[in-house]
């Protein structure tokens, strides 16, 4: 099984449910940039090094996620609108153990 | 007024690159940056991080490809006007550009070539109600004068680097400070960490986690701001300067509002030809401008830095043919005497 299904709740509060392939070393961020469930310029925009904080978002659902790394606890440390479930997107790969993820993203910042 | 041949607006590697194409094209260059130093991104936010699709180099840090393109280009004498973000840019009679910094450093040239990035970095703002208006009335985002705060009641928010090194810095000089941060760890240098920690058990800071500020008091200057503590009630704390230090997000700045076609917070190109915008003379390459099939990659970055010099010089010197060489072939003739060149075969007879 290489695709996993998900649901993405984009800043206008639309529930979007996707299918994200776990077999071409994809985050969470370049899942919701490849369906373009944010305006361009507006998630992303460091490229994934948990260096922007513009793919924050919220994870509902109970998942086991890979830990927070120092770089992504720094970086949610000076963001805007962190939450106990924030997580950067960039930081969430996806894979098999992710099967009905759903996560909000955070406001624009 | 500092004049050039072409004007680049941005120092990451995309535009010290384009120093050396021009340089090959006997044209000189001129720089202007935002940031302290040149590399952009590599330099500023992960100088130790390995890139490795640079072409050649198997895997090589940010600030030593910075470094590298540094020493790259020294020959062709470019100039910098560094810490200083370009501002305003007009159209002259003979078709040449003057652009005007944030500090009125003025520069001319016929043609500019905005090789920006993601743009310049401004300190990432707290969406509160009335920041903007206070700015420069006790909201600061950047302490550039300390004495500004002598005797005053200032309040820091953040929890890096910055709040942790400005909170202990202005414990001898302003009246009162208090620290605000979001959780009650801090991820800075762990000497600051203990030494605010040491500042807070004599009473010289005021430190209140886990907090936020959620709005700030004054009209005509700051008065105070509203603290939000986790479960409790709001309350105020009376100060003089609020300054919150959240770190440095990318905008493209004052360049959006030079006219220049703009799509999805990028500058439109022509990229058929040389990455010309819609305003002719004025080139976006880079990681700044956007074109069908678009890709944010340094080595996208030097080739159309390469291409778009060829159109500069051409609308440098409309009536001289230009024939590209190859740097195996010409070598390179420095702006400042060097020539670098293959050694040439020596020719003996034999007896």
Known sequence: ?109 | MITTDILIIGAGPTGLFTVFEAGLLKLRCHLIDALAQPGGQCSEIYPKKPIYDIPAYPEILAGDLTDNLLEQIKQFEPGFTMGERAETIEKQDDGSFIVTTNKGTKHQAPIVAIAGGLGSFEPRKPKLENLEKLEDKGVEYIIKEPELYRDKDVVIAGGGDSALDWSIFLTDVAKSVTLIHRRNEFRGALDSVEKVQELKNLGKINLITPAEVVGILGEDKVSGVVVQKKGEDAFIVDTDHFIPLFGLSPKLGPIANWGLEIEKNAIKVNNALDYQTNIPGIFAIGDVNTYPGKLKLILCGFHEATLMCQSAYKIIHPNKKYVMKYTTVGGVTGFDGTKKEAPKAVVKAID
């Open chain 1, 1 to 109: 099984m290489s695709d996993i299904n998900i649901k993405i709740t984009d800043r206008e509060g639309v529930v979007h449910e996707v299918v994200a392939p776990t077999d071409m070393a994809m985050n969470l961020m370049e899942v919701v940039r490849s369906y373009e469930l944010a305006p361009e310029g507006t998630i992303g925009v460091c490229g994934g090094m948990a260096m922007c904080a513009s793919c924050q978002c919220y994870v509902n659902s109970d998942h086991e996620l890979n830990e927070v790394t120092d770089d992504e606890d720094a970086m949610l440390a000076e963001a805007f609108d962190v939450e106990d479930n924030s997580r950067l997107g960039c930081q969430i790969q996806m894979t098999p153990n992710l099967e009905g993820l759903e996560v909000t993203l955070a406001p624009e910042s």
